[in-house]
Nanobody
Framework: VQLQASGGGLMQAGDSLKLSCLAS????????IGWFRQAPGSEREFVTA????GSNTHVKGRFTVSRSNSKNVAYLQVSSLKPEDTAVYYC??????????????????WGQGTQVTVSS
């Protein structure tokens, strides 16, 4: 599966943002989808994930991940943006038994990343 993340940009603190992750090549429904982010000079950080079946939405604090298998797209919404949310955001696809995994090696395909910059 190939993934393409989009929707990043320059935001103001307090704004909300919705990133998209479009899958091609294979059905998105085959995969759990994880979102990671990497700030300059930092390690890649797990944000949240959603399993391939079951609920189409998962909320973790300010982060809401959702998916539309019929559209082959997953989303990450971030509310009340903070400057420390500035990072490149990546979506990734997994078939691991650990559906809510923060382990990068569990993911078999990665999107190219989309830059999110939050100014104060």
């Amino acid at each position: 599966v190939q993934l393409q993340a989009s929707g990043g940009g320059l935001m103001q603190a307090g704004d909300s943002l919705k990133l998209s992750c479009l899958a091609s090549g294979r059905p998105l429904s085959n995969y759990h989808i994880g979102w990671f982010r990497q700030a300059p000079g930092s390690e890649r950080e797990f944000v949240t994930a959603i399993r391939r079946s079951g609920s189409n939405t998962h909320v973790k604090g300010r982060f809401t991940v959702s998916r539309s298998n019929s559209k082959n797209v997953a989303y990450l919404q971030v509310s009340s943006l903070k400057p420390e949310d500035t990072a490149v955001y990546y979506c990734a696809a997994s078939t691991s038994v650990r559906y809510y995994s923060g382990i990068p090696d569990d993911y078999v395909s990665w999107g190219q990343g989309t830059q999110v910059t939050v100014s104060s």
